[in-house]
Nanobody, 119 residues
């Protein structure tokens, strides 16, 4: 069973930056779309950003212009560069990967990494 391993979360002040990384625990050829969901306390999990193997990208409206998703296909690694962070970005961020070009809440998941934006 492939699992995704995340890193890069933490505590940052408003306006600061963080970079999340996610890679599978072992090599697999079955990954196409990769991306990030987040879940804040008392809220539903939401899709933040996704990227396909060929580079098609989508962002949630709330992060457009501030977050950048990228990937290294050779390593099946996905990154999320988060700039101009706001307190409302505070959440547990989950990496997700799917064998199709779409992230629909299926496939492989990471264990989650906490991002806290606070002064």
């Amino acid at each position: 069973q492939v699992q995704l391993v995340e890193s890069g979360g933490g505590l940052v002040q408003p306006g600061g930056s963080l970079r999340l990384s996610c890679a599978p625990s072992r090599s697999t050829l079955s990954i196409n779309a990769m991306g990030w969901y987040r879940q804040a306390p008392g809220k539903q999990r939401e899709l933040v950003a996704s990227i396909t193997r060929v580079g098609s990208i989508n962002y949630a409206d709330s992060v457009k212009g501030r977050f950048t998703i990228s990937r290294d296909n050779a390593k099946n690694t996905v990154y999320l560069q988060m700039n101009s962070l706001k307190p409302e970005d505070t959440a547990v961020y989950y990496c997700n990967a799917d064998s199709t070009p779409w992230l629909l809440g299926r496939g492989y998941w990471g264990q989650g990494t906490q991002v806290t934006v606070s002064s």
